[in-house]
């Protein structure tokens, strides 16, 4: 009993490992990094050790650059000097560096120690001298972009995102990142998109749709990305699941709600397309996506009254929309072309001129529309074929 106590006793009191030891006597980031990698550590506790000493190191180049950026700020405000070169890469792998290894420190610092109890040591020197220095992955990320250097962009803004959310840094000021982290997150989804890293472009779009000022953008490309990678009829429907998901936490949105139609229409489900449209409208009477996709709907279906009913709310909800007013005129044209009640053509021609008319005027260069031949064919239908009117709307079919 005794010999197993002294055992024991000398365990818990045996000190650092031999690994542990050598990693403490390294000099620099990248022979501290290998040994770290190949080291096997006795506990937890020499894990979160070896990992923060990582940190020193990285540390130590980051404060040698921003010191370097410090005394030449003085040095431009003061006009004392000239200015010296500094290590911009190296300031922003370090950086990288030094967030990814605190980040696994923590992971480790936050465990239970051989007495049960969690003690952490290390999260709180950490996490404030990294914050400090974290906005420099902004500046030097813009940079490479201005080099066109897009793997270092993703790398650097990355690095400043992938980080933002990490438990390590929840004490942090993230009040003060709201003016600019959108506008990173936006264009890193972009990067990470032609970089063909697909999740990480969703990743970096939800945390741009945060700032109200980038959603719109944001959620635009986050839909445009999601839907040029859809290769199979699973991945159509976990496209639409994720649509019904946004859908729902944003139910006035008429472009995920117009992108949801036309996933339906994709899938050649109709029954979904109009339960969509039709819960919707019970909803929000004046969408006009809604509006619009209900029209278009009767259109394929050949009905151009019931098409012309709907379009015409939707040219109310949305007055300068050359498209609406091109489908709503042709929509118009074709059901007076229909009808034997003389009186009654003459008022849907009329319409039907006065709705293309109005495209006309909203995109006289046909950049939307294609609206020249169906005005035509509606003077042709009010006025006659030897009509001045008629022919000068024949002009611009050509």
Known sequence: MMAMALVASATAFAGDSDALKAIKKTKTYA????LVKTSQLANDEERAEAYNKLVDLAMEKVGKETGTIAQNQAAAQLGTGKEEAYDTLGLG???CNAIAAAIECNKYDQLPNAKGKIKPQYNE???????????????????????????????YWGSF??????PLFAAQDHESEKGYIGQVAFFAGRYAFEAKQMERADKYFDIAMKDPEMKKDALTFKLYA??????????????????????????????????????????KDKAAQTALLDNHLAKYPNSFAALANKGMMAIADNNAEEGANWLRKAAVASPENPVIQ????????????????????????????????KAKQLDPNKQ????????YQAYYGLYGADDPKTKDAELDTK
């Open 93 to 95: 792998d370090a950086i």
């Open 226 to 267: 999601a839907a040029s990678n859809l290769k199979s009829k699973e991945d159509s429907l976990k496209y639409i699941d994720q649509l019904k998901t946004l859908y729902n936490n944003d139910p006035e949105n008429d472009v995920l709600l117009d992108k949801l139609f036309t996933m339906y229409d994709g899938m």
């Open 31 to 34: 022979d501290a990094a290998q």
């Open 161 to 166: 995102l992938d980080s933002d959310a990490d």
């Open 125 to 155: 020197k950490n996490a404030q001298r990294i914050w400090a220095v974290r906005t420099h992955l902004v500046n030097i990320g813009q940079e490479e972009a201005r080099k066109n250097n897009n793997a270092n962009v993703l790398k």
């Open 326 to 357: 091109t489908y709503l005129g042709t929509c118009l044209s074709v059901q007076a072309g229909q009808t034997d009640d003389a009186a009654k053509r003459k008022a849907l021609y009329q319409e039907a001129v006065q709705a293309l008319d």
């Open 368 to 375: 939307q529309a294609n609206w020249g031949y169906n005005r």
